[in-house]
């Protein structure tokens, strides 16, 4: 069996692909570099991360780009013996602007190198690339419409005003011909996301509808002529949580088409696990998928009927069995930072992190709240309940200077256990919390007396979540572990914490960060970091 989300902790917007055996799922990482995350498998159970592939200045530079910004909904397919990767990288968020331009990067070879990319439009996000069985390519987004009234969109929310189509010349590398609105969306609104998948010359349409948060769905339709009209399903939605609210799985919604080799039928999709009794989800927006079936109307459906997604689903491969937890020690004493780790927008790490061979060294820049250079080094928190632990020394002069673990959504979203300077207390321990409280979200401190520590030495810190609770603790010389601090909401780590679901679209990260807001660029480093999932 499948067991869901495949893909846990922070990956939305799953695009997915197969070649001969093997499948790869593309997924979405806005400000986290490198940029778009692409997992690999061959019985759709165990997935494997084999590539991030905009990892220089020349594919991607984000710097500056607001919270949530950044790597929206990428498209993965394979023709003419390559790998084609569309993605739309978003330089703004709020307002009736969206700044997203549209770009493709190619590959012979999953792993790379994948080229410099190529500009293709900015009239909207959420770009795919549909190879059609004649030889023509078609460049599809969701087109954006930043006044407030509807002309020829949707009324519910004029602006997703449909999919646009055109035609992309790949030689010339450019788009060809005029674009048409293909698509307004149903009812539901807010039309995003859409992938086209053609059987029996009927081109199908899946998109992303009603937002991502509680009400998101996948919605189909389909045509005899790529450029419609489109017929929507019986049924409008092919999966939605929107009316299952006891289902474990909820915010249903965006994914793609894909088949097996015997001609079975899967369709990934987007998902969240709120804690229980809240609406929130620290880890993120996930991925999962699940078996479908064609009907006699040459309709697809889920297998097991309905419209909310399974946790278990039959795998092709009845033999394979998810590999079991285990605890993931990181001992920086290498020359590579491990896959799981990434950073904030900057295309050059080399400013805020060095692998010296026996630690990871931050050299710490900008605040914690920064959009250019920020020195955060983190890991995805994929499982409801975890303990994170490292060892770090750091020798900080100035109140201005802070290192330490960090459990962070974004810059209004935080709890901070970090070494420090304080006048009274020189080198200390102190907890700055950022708890998402929009408009006035000002930093905190819930420890109310800092905790001296030894002038120099190595400190070990940890972070142990359950649910929605957070403790912080420290040990000296591997001695007894100490409790720091009041227990704090870890639930403001999430998608939904401050200012809610359509506002926060990543997901809680557990990891490193320093600061040194004095200028001096202090080195941290940090030798080990070890991650322990626990049962849930």
């Not at 770009?103 to 990319?117: K, L």
């Not at 769905?217 to 939605?240: C, K, Q, W």
């Not at 400013?351 to 920064?370: P, V």
């Not at 409280?437 to 940890?462: I, Y």
Request: glycine share 10%.
């Amino acid at each position: 069996m499948i067991l869901n989300p495949i893909l846990p902790g922070f990956n939305p917007d799953p695009s997915i692909c197969r070649v001969g055996p093997d499948y790869y799922i593309a997924t979405s990482t806005f400000e986290w570099y490198p940029g778009v995350q692409i997992h690999h498998s061959r019985d759709l159970v165990n997935w494997r991360l084999v590539t991030r592939p905009l990892d220089r200045a020349s594919q991607l530079d984000m710097r500056g780009n607001p919270d949530s910004c950044g790597i929206w909904a990428p498209c993965i397919s394979y023709a003419d013996g390559l790998f084609w990767l569309v993605y739309t990288d978003v330089k703004r968020l709020d307002g009736n602007f969206k700044d997203a331009h549209n770009y493709i990067v190619t590959a012979s070879d999953i792993s790379g190198p994948w080229s410099d990319p190529v500009y293709v439009n900015s009239s909207g996000f959420d770009p795919s690339l549909f190879h059609d069985d004649d030889g023509r390519k078609w460049f599809l987004n969701m087109v954006w419409n930043h006044r407030t009234e509807s002309i020829g969109g949707s009324p519910k929310h004029p602006a997703f005003a449909g999919i646009l189509m055109q035609e992309y010349d790949a030689a010339a590398g450019k788009l060809v011909g005029e674009a048409q609105n293909i698509f307004a969306g149903s009812p539901h609104g807010l039309v995003e996301g859409s992938h086209l998948f053609k059987r029996d010359g009927w081109y199908y349409l899946t998109v992303a509808e009603g937002g991502t948060g509680y009400d998101h769905a996948v919605t189909m339709a389909r045509s005899r002529d790529i450029s419609g009209p489109y017929e929507l399903h019986p049924d409008t939605f092919l999966m939605t949580s929107k009316d299952a609210p006891e289902a474990v799985l909820q915010r249903a919604g965006h994914g793609q088409i894909v088949e097996t080799p015997e001609g079975d039928v899967y369709h990934t999709h987007l998902c969240s696990r709120p804690l229980p009794g809240l609406r929130r989800s620290p880890l993120g927006r996930e991925t999962g998928i699940q078996k479908c079936v064609w009907g006699d109307d040459g309709w697809l459906r889920l297998a097991q009927g309905g419209l909310a997604p399974d946790l278990e689903v039959p795998s092709p491969d009845p033999q394979a069995r998810r590999e079991p937890l285990t605890a993931i020690r990181r001992s920086f004493d290498g020359n590579t930072l491990p896959e799981e780790f990434q950073w904030l927008r900057t295309p050059h790490p080399e400013r805020i992190f060095e692998m010296t061979g026996q630690a990871l060294r931050l050299h710490a820049r900008e605040s914690i709240g920064s959009w250019f250079e920020q020195s955060l080094v983190a890991r995805r928190q994929e499982h409801l309940r975890f303990r994170a632990e490292t060892a770090l020394s750091f020798a900080p002069r100035t109140f201005q200077q802070a290192a330490g673990l960090v459990h962070y959504y974004n810059r209004h979203k935080f709890h901070f256990l970090s070494i420090t300077w304080h006048e009274e207390a020189g080198r200390c321990l102190t907890i700055l919390s950022c708890p998402g409280d929009w408009p006035d979200n000002r930093l905190q401190f819930p420890l109310e007396t800092p905790v001296s520590l030894p002038e120099d030495g190595e400190v070990e810190l940890a972070a142990a979540v359950d649910g929605a609770e957070l403790v912080f603790s420290y040990r000296l010389d591997g001695g007894d572990w100490q409790r720091v601090g009041p227990v704090l909401d870890a639930s403001v780590i999430s998608d939904e914490g401050g200012r809610g679901e359509h506002a926060s679209f990543t997901g809680a990260f557990i990891g490193m960060v320093a600061f040194d807001t004095s200028g001096s660029a202090i080195p941290a480093d940090f030798r080990e970091f070890v991650y322990s999932p626990g049962l849930a």
